[in-house]
């Protein structure tokens, strides 16, 4: 398999937070837009927002000028389609590559009713993904994915020799980044050291006491030496090149082609998400009961 060519000359570790799932509105769980704002100023880092596709028509105005206006410290980018249980780890092309297109037009809608602009990366959802989602993303044109893991629905492990890539095109020779969770302090020197950019996930409930929980990670990593944050969509390009994705399905009137009952079983997942994220998350009393009523 003929691997893409890596541009490595740049000896600054580029840096981005990912969080998971939130809406564009004012406040969205434990998540204030302008409280973020304020720390990222104060602390030097960028956010991208993996937003969910099937929400393109909820954003607030507000919050979506909040974001146009600060793009030195904020970008999104595609977060599965409806976020739905492993959307991603199926093995039917034909699924997989509509569910991208899907997603894709989603994302051109939004742009076009708020005029914010989109990284066309992906985002797994339960980091799940099939190797064969893989090649549907690509030839859908997205650029790259992102995730938390390298194995997919349908392949064994791959090789050891990948985590030293700063993204294993080992699927389609199409890029898949690792992203990692705070606690992997560890991890993150290892990155730095191999030349690897730190790629950080998190989800809305990590601000439940606050933001110095991340500020305190970022704080450590801007420590580690010259570090650059920014977007997902610039990360892909710094190894990869800059890539045109054009895309067709992306243009056109596009009806996603699943029956009534599919679409209420959505609208009541992202019903109850939300409840949670906005109710439970931020009570700590709440969340420990949710947490032993789900085992």
Not at 15 to 22: K, S
Request: charged share 25%; aromatic share 14%; glycine share 4%.
């Amino acid at each position: 398999m003929k691997k893409l060519e890596v541009n490595n000359k740049k000896k600054e570790t580029l840096a981005c937070l990912v969080i998971d799932d939130p809406l564009l509105k004012p406040r969205y769980g434990c998540l204030d837009y302008r409280k973020l704002l304020e720390a990222m100023k104060e602390h030097n880092f960028f956010t991208e927002i993996a937003f969910i596709p099937w929400n393109y028509k909820r954003s607030d105005a507000k919050t979506v000028k909040l974001l146009a206006d600060n793009p030195d410290y904020f970008g999104i980018c595609i977060h599965g389609c409806n976020h739905t249980y492993n959307e991603f780890g199926g093995s039917n092309y034909q699924e997989l590559s509509n569910l991208s297109a899907i997603a894709m037009w989603r994302m051109e809608q939004h742009k076009r009713l708020t005029g914010l602009p989109y990284d066309p990366v992906m985002v797994f959802p339960q980091g799940l993904f099939s190797s064969v989602a893989m090649q549907a993303l690509k030839n859908q044109g997205f650029l790259a994915a992102f995730n938390s893991g390298l194995q997919a629905t349908d392949r064994n492990e791959v090789p050891a020799s990948e985590y030293q890539f700063p993204a294993t095109c080992i699927y389609a020779d199409f890029p898949l980044f690792l992203r990692r969770y705070p606690k992997d302090k560890a991890y993150f020197i290892e990155d730095v050291a191999h030349g690897r950019p730190i790629l950080i996930v998190e989800h809305p409930k990590i601000f439940q006491d606050g933001y110095k929980s991340i500020t305190d990670v970022v704080d450590w990593i801007n420590n580690l030496g010259n570090i650059k944050w920014t977007s997902l969509l610039d990360i892909t390009e710094n190894y990869f090149g800059r890539k045109d994705n054009t895309n067709a399905a992306a243009q056109r009137s596009f009806v996603p082609p699943w029956p009534l009952a599919f679409r209420a079983k959505v609208a009541l997942r992202r019903f109850l998400s939300e409840v949670r994220d906005n109710y439970v998350e931020p009570s700590r009393f709440l969340t420990k009961a949710y947490r032993i009523l789900n085992g």
